[in-house]
Nanobody
Framework: QVQLVETGGGLVQAGGSLRLSCVAS????????IGWFRQVPGKERDFVAT????????QYADSVKGRFTISRDNTKTTVYLQMNSLKSEDTAVYYC????????????WGQGTQVTVSS
């Protein structure tokens, strides 16, 4: 199994920046694709960005393209989400998810970190 812990959430002014981190652990933590998702209470969990096991294929939701950047360290231990030009619509709980390589099935989740963007 893989364990995930998100950090870096907080309160930020609109137009500001925030950097989230997702630390993965476990004997097979490097055998997973990692994604960032966000959710507001009462709404569906939305895809934000994903990065593959090799760290060379990135995908972004249209709503965050050009503003957010996902990256993965060389050891595959940590995945980051750099969020720039934040908008109030970005306010949500952000979750790190893991999927077996190339499966697209995100079945492992962290506890989430709250991001609040004030206007």
């Amino acid at each position: 199994q893989v364990q995930l812990v998100e950090t870096g959430g907080g309160l930020v002014q609109a137009g500001g920046s925030l950097r989230l981190s997702c630390v993965a652990s476990g004997r097979t933590f490097s055998l997973f694709d990692i994604g960032w998702f966000r959710q507001v209470p009462g709404k569906e969990r939305d895809f934000v960005a994903t990065i593959n096991w090799g760290g060379n294929i990135e995908q972004y939701a249209d709503s965050v393209k050009g503003r957010f950047t996902i990256s993965r360290d060389n050891t595959k231990t940590t995945v980051y989400l750099q969020m720039n030009s934040l908008k109030s619509e970005d306010t949500a709980v952000y979750y790190c998810g893991a999927a077996p390589v190339n499966s697209g099935r995100y079945s492992y989740w962290g506890q989430g970190t709250q991001v609040t963007v004030s206007s």
